[in-house]
Nanobody, 115 residues
Framework: QVRLVESGGGFVVAGESLRLSCAPS????????MAWYRHGPGNQRDLVAT???????NYADFVKGRFTISRDAAKNTVYLQMNSLKPEDTAVYLC?????????WGQGTQVTVSS
């Protein structure tokens, strides 16, 4: 079973930044892609950003220009740098690893942005 360990959430004021980390128990390049999702107050799950094993990156329109997904092979970790945070970014952020046969999820980390 693959485990994804997330960290980096917290409470910030609008305009501030946070960086989330996701460290899977398997090589990050063994997954077809890794992604960050979020569950907002309405409990909808939104895709935030993805990075494929080949390095292709995509963002949801609502975070373009503010969030950056990246990875560090040496640390086997995927990051989500979140800048210019807004109150509407408040959510539980979840790391996802999409393998050939299965999807794996982290436990989620809370991000709260006050106005």
């Amino acid at each position: 079973q693959v485990r994804l360990v997330e960290s980096g959430g917290g409470f910030v004021v609008a305009g501030e930044s946070l960086r989330l980390s996701c460290a899977p128990s398997r090589d990050i390049f063994s997954f077809r892609h890794m992604a960050w999702y979020r569950h907002g107050p309405g409990n909808q799950r939104d895709l935030v950003a993805t990075i494929t094993s080949g390095g292709e990156i995509n963002y949801a329109d609502f975070v373009k220009g503010r969030f950056t997904i990246s990875r560090d092979a040496a640390k086997n970790t995927v990051y989500l740098q979140m800048n210019s945070l807004k109150p509407e970014d408040t959510a539980v952020y979840l790391c996802n690893a999409h393998g050939a046969l299965s999807d794996y999820w982290g436990q989620g980390t809370q991000v709260t942005v006050s106005s």
